[in-house]
């Protein structure tokens, strides 16, 4: 089954270090998306960064890089530079497409605290 | 602005009171969906819709139902909520296709089953 895994509960980081957020995926099919979503303690959620499973490069979003190892079915978050404001939940995502439809598995997410 | 927009924001409802939470998006987006949050458990998707009349079962559908009678409206009706329902709700659009979509969230509704 598809099945999205974050083992990092919580996770600390000093401000300006560079942080790195664990997710790993399974699925059986060979087309899916993956994405990072952040979600501040205001509750909204935001989008932060895409990568397609055909894509070759790593996808990268100003500070935000996505570590893509497929082979390894891991889709790590790379924060660089961490700020005050990095401290929020991170949340994987994997979008599968079953019989031409969009369903979107999301993980149990990561507390990141980024300490001043 | 684009932007998701959710009513109510708030909730608190009893036992077996039907109840319904709007959601509209103004970015013509084909597709949406609806999702509940819970500690420790991620958000899980419950109904998704990829066009108008066309709707299918998330991964936790069992108590609710929804419609997409119009593009950009996509209600989540519970018919007989329950306290297990208690739960913060999002509801998403996006656009479909592999490139770099993504689905834009609303500010979600926290509800509270009593």
């Known amino acids: 089954a598809q099945k999205i895994t974050q083992t990092q509960p919580g996770m600390f980081v000093q401000e300006k270090e560079a942080v790195t957020l664990d997710c790993t995926y399974d699925?059986?099919?060979?087309?899916?998306?993956l994405f990072w979503y952040k979600q501040p303690s205001s509750g909204e959620m935001i989008f932060l960064i895409y990568?397609?499973?055909?894509?070759?490069q790593n996808a990268t979003e100003g500070r935000y890089s996505l570590n893509f190892q497929k082979a390894r079915k891991s889709a790590n978050l790379v924060i660089s530079a961490s700020q005050l404001g990095d401290s929020a939940m991170y949340f994987c995502?994997?979008?599968?497409?079953?019989?031409?439809?969009?369903?979107?598995?999301f993980g149990t997410g990561t507390r990141l605290k980024v300490l001043a | 602005e684009a932007q998701v927009t959710q009513n109510p924001r708030y909730l608190i409802t009893v036992t077996g009171k039907k109840l319904t939470v709007t959601c509209s998006q103004n970015m013509n987006h084909e597709y949406m969906s609806w999702y509940r949050q819970d500690p420790g458990l991620g958000l899980r998707q419950i109904y998704y819709?990829?066009?108008?009349?066309?709707?299918d079962k998330g991964d936790v559908p069992e108590g609710y139902k929804v419609s997409r009678k119009e593009k950009r409206n996509f209600p989540l009706i519970l018919e007989s909520p329950s306290p297990n329902q208690t739960s913060l709700y999002f509801c998403?659009?996006?656009?479909?296709?592999?490139?770099?979509?993504?689905?834009?969230f609303g500010p979600g509704t926290r509800l509270t089953v009593l």
């Open positions: 995502a994997m979008r599968e497409i079953l019989s031409g439809t969009y369903k979107y598995i």
């Open positions: 699925t059986s099919d060979q087309s899916y998306g």
């Open positions: 998403a659009s996006g656009e479909q296709g592999m490139g770099t979509d993504t689905q834009y």
């Open positions: 819709s990829m066009n108008v009349e066309v709707t």
């Open positions: 990568q397609g499973s055909y894509d070759e």
